[in-house]
């Protein structure tokens, strides 16, 4: 994980140079020159992030980034340590070992110089290759994709949530006459989507509001397209001497704004994954007193409570027999589930926990396998292994949550991955591990192994 050693690094040094300069005499320098160059490292690993799996070279530069990083490390923990010997030692104590100490200064800076040329080496690698630029963030296209494959979720198979309808419903359509903000947040595969297309079709919801837009938001945004989207949702009669797709970013939000001031409209904007969105858009909606609504979903509670002092929506999993409904629509399409294959079948579902999702995946891979007894059994408690299509779907899916945490947290999250399944964790260990890997600190000092 070059990323976390780096990171750690990049956050460990300036720290180490403000407040413990006196550790380091003699090799601040060389300690200074180390440090600007990992920021290079660093805003290269940034970069590469999505490129690893594709490109050889990409994976190989990230490798020898990593050694060379945990070399670096090595060799400051070891200095910091023989200086703190020193200085416990006796006046006797240091005069005998100051020869030696001055030996260890000066074979540190000569170390650090080299892991120094061979960052430059690997730097001037990447430039030769041509590899800075490849791309960042998460492939824009399979995520559309994966989106697009979820998109069209028929009506009538949608399970439950009658009562989050209800509540929602009643946000949407009744109380405050100022603009307000809801939200629908939870963990991705959850249903937010689903519930949000369920809401805007709704005859309540459609008969009250004339002026309606759904917009798609995602990770790769670009604000005037989103704009342009919600102009042309709301006005598609639009008329002017200059039409929506010739305006920019700027002229959109004011003319926007002129066409809904006096109307109630509702504008749904689906996966918003940063509060910076809601920043560049708000200012487009007038806030009038019409009761119009906007409605977002996002995993991300953040950007809910950014978005609006209303509490957010906590979709929860469905429950049990939801869970089940689900399943068998999934499997036996218009048929019911015959009797003897009830039991095993639940059972099967609770692997699911309630991820509706989870459930869709699984259930599609089933309604095409043997419906007996004898498969089925092989399958309880067994479902992750063995349904490798379904599971690699559902992690396409949540490895977007992944791709989105902070870089800093990502090694945490890995962490996890040396737990069995179903394994309780308790935390304290966990934090304690994650000190020892070094990827906690205080303040501007890492946290002490
Ligand atoms: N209540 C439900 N009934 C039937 N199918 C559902 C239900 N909830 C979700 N699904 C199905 O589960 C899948 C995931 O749902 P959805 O896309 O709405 O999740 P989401 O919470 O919006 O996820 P993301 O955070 O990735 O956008 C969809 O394919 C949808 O068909
Ligand atoms: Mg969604």
Known sequence: MADSIVTVLLEYLPGLLAEEA?????????????????????????????????????????????????????????????????????????????????????????????LNKEINKIYDNITKYGIERTEARVDAAAVEALHKRR??????????????????????????PSLDVISIIGMGGLGKTTLARKLYNSDKVKSRFRFRAWVYVSQDF??????????????????????????????????????????????????????????????AFPLNMRGSRILITSRIQEVALHASRNPPYFLPVLNKDESWELFCKKVFRAENCPADLETLGRQIVESCHGLPLAIVVLGGVLANKEKTQRTWSRLVGHVNSCLTHATTICKDILALSYAHLPRRLKPCFMYFGMYPEDFEIPVRKLIELWIAEGFMYTGSRRMER
Request: proline share 1%.
């Open 22 to 114: 006196h550790l380091l005499h003699g090799v601040e320098d060389q300690v200074k020159s180390l440090h600007r160059e990992l920021r290079l490292m660093n805003i290269f690993l940034q970069n590469s992030e999505g490129k690893r799996n594709e490109h050889d070279i990409v994976k190989e530069v990230v490798r020898q980034i990593r050694d060379v990083a945990h070399e670096v490390e090595d060799v400051i923990d070891t200095f910091v340590l023989n200086v703190a010997e020193q200085r416990k030692r006796n006046v006797l104590g240091k005069i005998v070992h100051s020869l030696n100490h001055a030996i260890t200064v000066h074979q540190v800076a000569k170390k650090i110089e080299g």
């Open 151 to 176: 998109r069209d979720v028929e009506e009538d198979d949608v399970v439950g949530f009658a009562h989050d309808s209800a509540t929602l419903v009643k946000q949407l359509t009744e109380g405050n």
């Open 222 to 283: 670009q604000i005037r397209d989103l704009l342009l989207k919600i102009f042309k949702s709301v006005a598609p009669n639009y008329e002017n001497d200059v039409m929506p797709e010739e305006m920019n970013e700027d002229e959109l939000k004011k003319q926007m704004f002129v066409y809904l001031e006096g109307k109630r409209y509702l504008i749904v904007m689906d996966d918003i994954w940063g509060s910076e969105v809601w920043n560049d858009v708000r200012t």
